[in-house]
């Protein structure tokens, strides 16, 4: 994508390509062995969602001193003497990148209230593990997963928009680079719309 490097793109870009490798993680978690890794594949999910959103704000949103304070400590700047949380850098991201903030909001926050208990080890782990008479049996239904599975392609998409949006290329020649990616997302959403975003 010949994007420039810069203290921006090299900030934004490893969180995009980190987001990249965790959804292929997930895939090759849910391919080859669904009903034992569903649980870590959801907690991957959470965390492919934080990147791509701190890519994003990365990319337009944050201000230099920000992103030169997150390049040096690794912490997300504060919003006058509170952090700021992942709602506001989704809120911030959508703004500068022309997303739908009503709907990645939307999305955000059902991760957060859906993931939040199985990243942190809370009441969602306990039931979980003990869903079946016999303990650690974590067998479901596929169509319990399409939803995640669904948000997971959702947020590779925004993760390529966010490098996309750090690319000097002309309209043709970007067309060029992402309509193999395209294509297939919309070959596994057909034609329906993706359940969140």
């Not at 000097?168 to 294509?183: C, F, G, N, S, W």
């Amino acid at each position: 994508m010949n994007i420039k490097i810069d203290e921006r793109s090299a900030t934004a870009c490893p969180l995009v390509l980190a987001a990249m490798d965790v959804a292929e993680a997930i895939y090759t978690l849910l391919s080859t062995h669904p009903e034992e890794y569903w649980v870590a594949a959801l907690i991957m999910q959470r965390t492919q969602m934080e990147y791509v959103l701190r890519s994003a704000f990365f990319a337009k949103a944050a201000s230099h001193k920000e992103l030169m304070s997150f390049r040096k400590n690794g912490k997300m700047p504060n919003r006058g003497k509170r952090p700021i949380y992942i709602a506001d850098v989704a809120a911030e991201a959508s703004h500068h990148l022309g997303w739908d903030k009503a709907k990645l909001l939307k999305t955000v926050k059902n991760h957060q209230r859906d993931l939040s208990g199985v990243v942190h080890g809370g009441k969602e782990v306990l039931a979980i593990y003990t869903m079946h008479d016999t303990w650690g049996d974590l067998t479901i239904e596929w169509d319990e997963l399409n939803h995640h599975v669904d948000n997971i392609m959702v947020f590779v998409q925004l993760a390529l928009s966010v490098a996309m949006v750090l690319s000097p290329l002309d309209a043709e020649a970007m067309d060029k680079a992402v309509r193999p990616i395209y294509e297939k997302a919309h070959a596994y959403f057909g034609d329906s719309a993706p359940v969140e975003v």
